[in-house]
């Protein structure tokens, strides 16, 4: 098992990771960050949004499913939203650089990372 502390960690090791945070949805208050590049109390709280949405509107059209990840697709970034498989309510927000970085991987690292988090 992993600490929040050590998830990000292993996180930022990929190829072009900018930064990463894991975030508590229900609040969309931070529970650890690393890296720079981007407002993360602000994008911890935008993306808990984001995550509510989609929720809601998968509920709304009888989806009997789950998110396994949100990708947002920027000219210069990729943006990974992951909700753990292992903790209700908590999500993965991970950055990185579009040129340097490799999105099978990240998604890859983010999946692996969660399977390891404790909380």
Do not use: W
């Not at 969309?28 to 809601?56: H, Q």
């Not at 947002?72 to 909700?83: A, D, E, N, S, W």
């Amino acid at each position: 098992m992993a600490t929040i502390k050590q998830t990000l960690d292993e996180l930022m090791t990929l190829d072009g990771a900018m930064c990463a945070s894991v975030v508590d949805s229900s609040s969309g208050m931070m529970l650890g960050s690393i890296g720079s590049g981007v407002d993360m109390e602000l994008a911890a709280a935008g993306n808990t949004e984001v995550v509510r949405a989609k929720t809601k509107t998968m509920r709304s059209l009888g989806l009997n499913d789950v998110i396994e990840d949100i990708l947002i697709t920027l000219g210069k970034q990729y943006h990974i939203i992951r909700p753990s498989a292992r903790k209700d309510g908590v999500f993965i927000y991970f950055v990185l650089d579009k040129q340097r970085g490799n999105l099978a991987m990240a998604r890859r690292k983010t999946l692996d990372v969660d399977k390891e988090m404790s909380f």
